[in-house]
């Protein structure tokens, strides 16, 4: 007899998860590059419309994000219809994963991939399976290599969370070419809108050309991470599986609004590509070579590799002393590297002086 109440079986292999740090020493004010976040705040455009929409809290959202779906409609030449918004890209994965997986199957991903995937797969009860990378980048043969007759689903971030690495177009064309067509290809390209690279592919003409392909894209990243808005374009039956389950009022009315007019805001869009590229070459300049590997990055954060894991942990020490606070990244498998978002260019400056007078022995490159 069991005599309490139990989760579903997968729940309890889930660690809790432990966030980055984002406060700093007593005394000392803290620069948060731990966390991916805008380096220059959000579209005024956007904070106007969330300002206003935050005067009517008593009224509800329209349930299906109309206004956000015709204005990313409108940016993206997407139908509006195959467009399903969430709170946050979280909210769509944890869907995405409820709808399509379950006990007995699996879900393949990258060794250094998203560490939300794995969250989503065994809270449905399904299995992880990872497949090895080559130098901190997805190898696609490795993750067809992965794929079993259990495999349901394939997850793949596109620059990649932690390390910034990407495929070009031609390699996520292989990738998808060589799954089954009943194995849910969810592309997540959380960081669309910093990549220069110029053989990149957002997805969204591969979810046009399959029937199993999903494209997951987030706006917590140019500037409203607090506002908890994510979208996904998907084939018509994902949209219609998706939107059967997902909450009836899942983004708030504010979000909507502010969503919309971000979208349409691509001048500051421009602007913070342009601004992130610019500080992501020179940080990634400065710190090459100085006892220091910094893997090359397509996102708004730099993958920063020590020697080994001590002095990786003292380096995070003493960027922490200054008020600098970065991400260790122990819970993807990387224990001798420091993931660090651009940021403020006084913050990024600062950061470079102080890893320069640590001096962190025993470059690898
Ligand atoms: C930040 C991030 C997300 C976005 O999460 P939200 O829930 O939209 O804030 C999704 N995927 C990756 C790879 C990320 O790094």
Redesign the pocket.
């Known amino acids: 007899m069991i005599d309490r109440p139990m989760p579903q079986p997968g729940i309890l292999k889930i660690a809790p998860y432990v966030p980055g740090k984002s406060q700093a020493a007593p005394g000392v004010v803290a620069i948060k590059l731990s966390a991916?976040e805008s380096p220059l705040g959000a579209s005024p455009a956007a904070l106007a419309a969330l300002t206003e929409a935050s005067r009517s809290p008593e009224i509800y959202p329209e349930g299906t994000s109309r206004v956000l779906r015709e204005a990313l409609g409108e940016v993206h030449g997407l139908d509006p219809d195959r467009i399903v918004c969430g709170n946050?890209?979280?909210?769509l994965?944890h869907l995405l994963a409820q709808c399509y997986l379950g006990e007995g199957d699996e879900a393949v991903m990258s060794r250094h991939g998203?560490n939300?995937y794995p969250i989503v797969t065994m809270g449905a009860s399904a299995e992880i399976v990872m497949a090895p990378e080559r130098d901190y980048r997805a190898d696609v043969d490795a993750l067809l290599g992965a794929v079993t007759p259990r495999t349901k689903m394939l997850f793949l971030?596109n620059p990649?969370?932690p390390t910034g690495t990407y495929l070009g177009g031609e390699e996520l064309e292989r990738l998808r070419a060589g799954l089954r067509p009943d194995i849910l290809f969810v592309l997540?390209s959380?960081?669309a809108e910093y990549v220069t690279s110029e053989d990149y592919d957002v997805g969204i003409s591969l979810v046009n050309r399959a029937e199993n392909v999903v494209m997951?894209r987030?706006?917590?990243?140019m500037g409203l991470?607090g506002s908890?808005?994510?979208w996904m374009y998907a084939p018509a039956h994902v949209v219609d599986v998706v939107n059967r389950i997902r909450g009836p009022f899942n983004v708030n009315r504010p979000a909507q609004f502010a969503g919309a007019a971000a979208a349409r805001d691509t001048g500051f869009t421009e602007m913070l590509r342009a601004y992130n590229a610019r500080w992501r070459d020179w940080l990634t300049r400065a710190l090459s070579g100085n006892a220091i590997r910094v893997v090359p990055s397509e996102a708004n954060f730099v993958l920063a590799l020590f020697a080994d894991a001590e002095t990786s942990k003292a380096a995070f020490q003493a960027l922490f002393d200054e008020g600098l606070i970065v991400r260790e990244i122990g819970v993807y498998g990387i224990d001798n590297g420091l993931r660090i978002s651009i940021g403020p260019e006084p913050a990024m400056r600062r950061l470079v002086e102080v890893l320069r007078a640590f001096g962190a022995p025993g470059a690898r490159d």
């Open positions: 991916n946050g890209s979280d909210d994965l998203f939300v971030a990649n969370n997540d959380a960081y997951v987030t706006f917590s990243k991470a908890r808005i994510g």
